[in-house]
């Protein structure tokens, strides 16, 4: 088991920049892929980034390819999610998720999650 906490989120203008950050207990970190969900005002929580565990493979929903960036630091414990160009509809609680088996979009795969950090984008 992994035990996660977020970090990084708050209010941006339109066209801003955040950088989460989910720092990872264990020594297997190494050894999950991890990803970002996100759940905005009475929608259904959805996939927003993975990372398999070398960091050799990266999948983004088409709403932020280009935008955003996912990537971890396996001697830091930490993945983070940098996200450029931010828009109101990106507006949730981003969730952070490790786990070991499974296709890498698919909640399902992620076994332990993090409490969320909120991301507020104004216009």
């Known amino acids: 088991q992994v035990q996660l906490v977020e970090s990084g989120g708050g209010l941006v203008q339109a066209g801003g920049s955040l950088r989460l950050s989910c720092a990872a207990s264990?020594?297997?970190?190494?050894?999950?892929?991890m990803g970002w969900f996100r759940q905005g005002p009475g929608k259904e929580r959805e996939f927003v980034a993975a990372?398999?565990?070398?960091?050799?493979?990266?999948y983004y929903r088409d709403s932020v390819k280009g935008r955003f960036t996912i990537s971890r630091d396996n001697a830091k414990n930490t993945v983070y999610l940098q996200m450029n160009s931010l828009k109101p509809e990106d507006t949730g609680i981003y969730y952070c998720?490790?786990?070991?088996?499974?296709?890498?979009?698919?909640?399902?795969?992620?076994?332990?999650w993090g409490q969320g950090t909120q991301v507020t984008v104004s216009s």
């Open positions: 998720a490790a786990g070991r088996n499974g296709g890498l979009t698919m909640p399902s795969t992620f076994r332990d």
């Open positions: 264990g020594r297997t970190f190494s050894s999950y892929h």
């Open positions: 990372i398999n565990w070398s960091g050799g493979l990266a």
